[in-house]
């Protein structure tokens, strides 16, 4: 890191200065960035259809609270508004 650096004014390498605190926190965040992406692979088939399935089931259980919260609260909110 300090190679990269060594061209750069000495005001934007010190944490100290708000322009180097900006400008090192874009670098690391730059850095880890780079890191994480180089780590990360692609799902293979099996891992996939895993993950699939939990969101399908996830899809699934949040329709069907969905849909029991509004089946029951239409009758409430017809008691309460006293519809014609």
Same mark, same amino acid.
């Given at each position: 890191?300090?190679?990269?650096?060594?061209?750069?004014?000495?005001f934007?390498?010190?944490? $100290?200065?708000? /322009?180097? &605190? %900006?400008? @090192?926190?874009?670098?690391?965040?730059?850095?880890? #960035?780079r890191?994480?992406? @180089?780590? %990360?692979?692609?799902?293979? /088939? *099996?891992? +996939?259809? *895993?993950? /699939? !399935? /939990? %969101?399908?089931?996830?899809? #699934?259980?949040?329709?069907?609270?969905? &849909?029991? !919260?509004?089946? !029951? +609260?239409?009758?409430?909110? $017809?008691?309460?508004?006293?519809? #014609?």
């Amino acid at each position: 890191m300090a190679t990269k650096l060594s061209g750069m004014p000495a005001f934007l390498t010190d944490k $100290n200065n708000p /322009a180097g &605190y %900006c400008v @090192q926190g874009a670098i690391e965040f730059g850095m880890d #960035s780079r890191r994480l992406i @180089q780590r %990360c692979t692609k799902p293979d /088939a *099996k891992e +996939f259809k *895993k993950i /699939a !399935v /939990a %969101c399908a089931i996830g899809f #699934s259980i949040m329709g069907f609270i969905g &849909y029991t !919260v509004k089946l !029951v +609260f239409i009758p409430i909110n $017809n008691i309460i508004v006293g519809g #014609s």
